[in-house]
């Protein structure tokens, strides 16, 4: 039976505060707590992280027994927990062929992906500042990116989160089920046009802010228990 709502939640800025920061793990133990008593809310984590990451994660959020995947790699990639099983949704990104062409010594280049080119920027560069630099030297009629609270992600054009979310949707049984999206940054954009309702911790950019119909007022893990309690509530029954 389906779940009376299907969430999608990014990760960094959403269900952990940011990369690099140690977790609230008392926040994340609520919030595994709160998904463990709630039955009729399926919990999937939306995020540029590799698979391997997002594994543990739901292992931390007690989902890892979930029959809805998780969308990985900026939406290249499912990752179903209870299976265990990883599934490209599009061909391997020619990771040599884009370094190639970056300026050498601004970015750092996250490991382990198959489908996304995630790069970090090297102090004392911001991640939109990254951006604006990696810009010139990407092919937009073959590779798009996207910029996240954390870095600054290059996938094929056409992939983003909105697209894994289609492709997992396509997949699983969400008969009668509100999707739900919960997002902080730029990136999430695509993730807000796929789902039936969007949501935001109080940190998020302004310009999620704006199209979001419910806007925490707590931030970060606080914020996505907030918006989940909050959903019974809020005119979706």
């Given at each position: 039976m389906s779940p009376r709502f299907l969430v999608f939640s990014d990760n960094e800025g959403c269900i952990i505060k940011a990369k690099g920061e140690e977790f609230d793990l008392s926040a994340l133990l609520d919030l595994k707590e709160l998904l463990r008593r709630s039955p009729n809310l399926a919990f999937a984590i939306c995020t540029g992280r590799g698979v391997p990451y997002v594994e543990a994660m739901t292992q931390v959020l007690g989902i890892h027994r979930s029959g809805f995947p998780c969308v990985c790699e900026g939406g290249g990639v499912l990752y179903w927990p209870a299976?265990?099983?990883?599934?490209?949704?599009?061909?391997?990104?020619?990771?040599?062929?884009?370094?190639?062409?970056?300026?050498?010594?601004?970015?750092?280049?996250?490991?382990?992906?198959?489908?996304?080119?995630?790069?970090?920027?090297?102090?004392?560069?911001?991640?939109?500042?990254?951006?604006?630099?990696?810009?010139?030297?990407?092919d937009l009629n073959r590779f798009?990116?996207?910029v996240s609270s954390a870095a600054v992600?290059?996938?094929?054009?056409?992939?983003?989160?909105?697209?894994?979310?289609?492709?997992?949707?396509?997949a699983v049984d969400r008969t009668g089920a509100t999707?739900?999206?919960?997002?902080?940054?730029d990136n999430d954009l695509p993730m807000f046009d796929a789902v039936d309702y969007r949501a935001a911790p109080s940190n998020a950019m302004p310009s999620i802010k704006v199209r979001a119909d419910f806007v925490s007022q707590f931030s970060d893990t606080r914020g996505v228990i907030d918006i989940l309690e909050n959903l019974g509530r809020l005119g979706l029954s």
């Open positions: 299976k265990d099983r990883t599934e490209l949704l599009v061909d391997r990104l020619p990771v040599s062929e884009i370094l190639e062409r970056l300026p050498t010594g601004s970015f750092r280049v996250e490991p382990g992906k198959l489908c996304c080119l995630s790069l970090y920027p090297q102090s004392p560069l911001s991640v939109p500042e990254l951006a604006g630099l990696v810009t010139p030297y990407i798009t990116f996207h992600d290059i996938t094929r054009t056409g992939v983003h989160k909105g697209f894994g979310i289609g492709k997992a949707l396509e999707v739900v999206g919960i997002g902080d940054a």
